[in-house]
């Protein structure tokens, strides 16, 4: 809790040539604030009195000033003292402050008159509750009780109550997430698990004070899952971290938060809107798997239902994008065991059935193969085949609807 020493502030809505009163203390993070006020006098807060000094500067000070200070308890004033200096030699009380300056003496004629106030501010209780909840909410309630700061119209002798400033701080335990609302009566977020709520009051910037704490049970669930693509082991297999080749196998993780009765997981296309776009379902399952195969954009939409509160949330997470089937074809390679192009290679995307036949330039078979994630090592029955010119012939279908392709041409085999 930070505490001023002195704060001060000026209540009037600008700076008034004869607001001269001036508060002091002995804590340099002294502040001066306008506000409005109807009687135009300034109002000084202090946290520690017995620091406080009161003084005046005159607009056009005489040249020999008598100063005659006055107070005012229960709005009558009272004359203290009278002598030669613009600082109030007694001990700060709460209560009015006035100064007459006089110019010729006690006696002689009063060219300037200013008053002040000063107070303590003190808040005395702050109790919270809870009013009404809902599955986004709960609905809070404030009640504040802080010492009177009562002044005096200048004029009519009018008792006014000074209005406190507050600062309302909410703290909500365990949310890491919560933005304040800086309100004595918010509507704030819904437990998802037993939470605790309270409150740090703060008046005029310094004075500060805890509210009890309230705890309400779960009420809320809030959905979320995490959603991991497994990854396969082909390094000629063309994806990205935005799109994949099919097939996609995604492991989803439920981390809802919440009582949770009922989970739904549905799986579907982003392109297509309503059910027309949903691909498939499951029920009830915490880590459930789904496949995605044909090229599109496709996501997971999970809801939740709290079936005694009735409360319900959906999340869908980052879209997954399936590519369609391509093949790239090199026309040579160099079996040397360096590390680099030792291996003819496909690169390819989204490929559910193929065959890959090399030829020699006679036309025999020297290598085959069903797996797109293979290739030749440039060897013949485990011996190094000779440099020149192969020929591969391929076939290949993808997971969409009549997607199919056939490629032919001369490899390169370099030592």
């Known amino acids: 809790m930070k505490l001023y020493t002195l704060l001060a502030i000026l209540l009037f809505s600008t700076a008034l040539l004869s607001a001269q ?21 300034p109002v000084f807060l202090y946290s520690n009195l017995s620091a406080g000094v009161i003084s005046v500067s005159p607009i056009n000070p005489p040249a020999v000033p008598t100063y005659v200070w006055y107070t005012n308890t229960n709005g009558v004033w009272k004359e203290e003292y009278s002598n030669n200096s613009p600082v109030y030699n007694q001990d700060i009380e709460e209560g009015g402050y006035k100064v007459e300056i006089l110019e010729g003496g006690e006696t002689g004629t009063i060219t300037e008159t200013h008053h002040c106030w000063v107070f303590v501010p003190v808040i005395e209780s702050v109790d919270i509750d809870s009013t009404s909840t809902s599955c986004e909410y709960v609905r809070m309630k404030t ?12 004029t009519t002798s009018a008792a006014i109550n000074l209005e406190y400033e507050y600062t309302y701080n909410w703290t909500i335990t365990p949310n890491d997430d919560f933005e304040n609302v800086d309100e004595p009566n918010p509507a ?17 910037n310094f004075y500060t004070l805890n509210s009890n704490t309230i705890e309400i049970e779960e009420i809320a669930v809030k959905a979320e899952y995490k959603a991991t693509v497994s990854e396969r082991d082909y390094e000629n297999e063309i994806s990205s971290s935005d799109s994949y080749s099919a097939p996609v196998l995604v492991n989803f993780e439920d981390i809802s938060k ?27 399952i915490l880590k459930p798997n789904y496949v995605f195969s044909e090229a599109g954009t496709y996501n997971a939409r999970l809801s939740i ?20 089937m391509s093949i790239e074809v090199p026309n040579a ?25 090399i030829l020699n330039r006679w036309g025999r078979k020297v290598y085959e193969t069903n797996n797109p994630g293979e290739g030749w090592n440039g060897k013949i029955k485990g011996r190094k085949a000779s440099e020149g010119v192969y020929f591969y012939y391929i076939t290949a279908e993808g997971f969409n609807k009549d997607e199919k392709k056939k490629l032919e041409g001369a490899i390169h085999l370099i030592r």
Request: hydrophobic content about 25%.
């Open 305 to 324: 239902l709290n079936r005694t509160t009735g409360c319900t949330d959906t999340y869908s997470g980052t879209e997954i994008k399936v590519i369609e």
């Open 21 to 41: 009163m001036q508060a002091t203390g002995n804590n340099s993070e002294t502040e001066t604030k306008y506000t409005t006020h109807p009687t135009q006098d």
């Open 258 to 284: 919440g009582s949770i009765d009922d989970r739904e997981w549905v799986y579907y296309n982003t392109q297509i809107e309503g059910p027309e776009g949903e691909i498939g379902a499951d029920y009830d």
């Open 143 to 154: 009640d504040i009780v802080s010492k009177n700061l009562t002044y005096y119209d200048i």
């Open 188 to 204: 704030l977020p819904a437990p998802v698990e037993k939470t605790s709520y309270a409150l740090n009051l703060e008046a005029f």
């Open 333 to 357: 390679f160099t079996p040397n065991d360096d590390g680099t192009h030792d291996i003819f290679l496909v690169q390819y995307k989204s490929i559910e059935k193929f065959r890959m036949v």
